[in-house]
């Protein structure tokens, strides 16, 4: 698995010498989809167009990155979904307390 970069008018894949043109990709597309799948970005835009949601649930680093994404839902016309901060916990041990009152 390794990424697609678009270079010089020319589809190709990292690490490898695979390349295609536009029309060449978009066939191996239609011909092969299991052979794709979306990166780190696309990821959540792909999953709220396959399984739409209303809401999602997610830590603090999750919606953070979430938020991060609006924009890209708006370009592409996809509903960006409602983001709740679900319940979290920080549990830190007797030796962690005396590390952090000895950084001050």
Same mark, same amino acid.
């Given at each position: 698995r390794e990424r697609i970069v678009f270079?010089?008018?020319i589809y190709k894949v990292l690490n490898t010498d695979i390349i295609w043109s536009e029309s060449e990709?978009?066939?191996h597309l239609n011909e092969k989809?299991? *052979?794709? !799948?979306?990166?780190?970005?696309?990821?959540?835009?792909?999953?709220e167009?396959?399984?739409p949601n209303l809401c999602y649930i997610g830590g603090g680093?999750?919606?953070a990155y979430w938020i991060q994404l609006k924009s890209y839902f708006d370009a592409v016309d996809v509903?960006?979904?409602?983001?709740?901060l *679900?319940? !979290?916990v920080l549990?830190?041990?007797e030796k962690q307390t005396r590390k952090l009152n000895k950084l001050n």
């Open positions: 270079e010089d008018d990709i978009l066939k989809p299991e *052979r794709f !799948s979306p990166n780190v970005i696309m990821r959540p835009l792909y999953q167009v396959i399984l680093g999750e919606l509903t960006f979904p409602m983001l709740l *679900r319940n !979290s549990i830190k041990t």
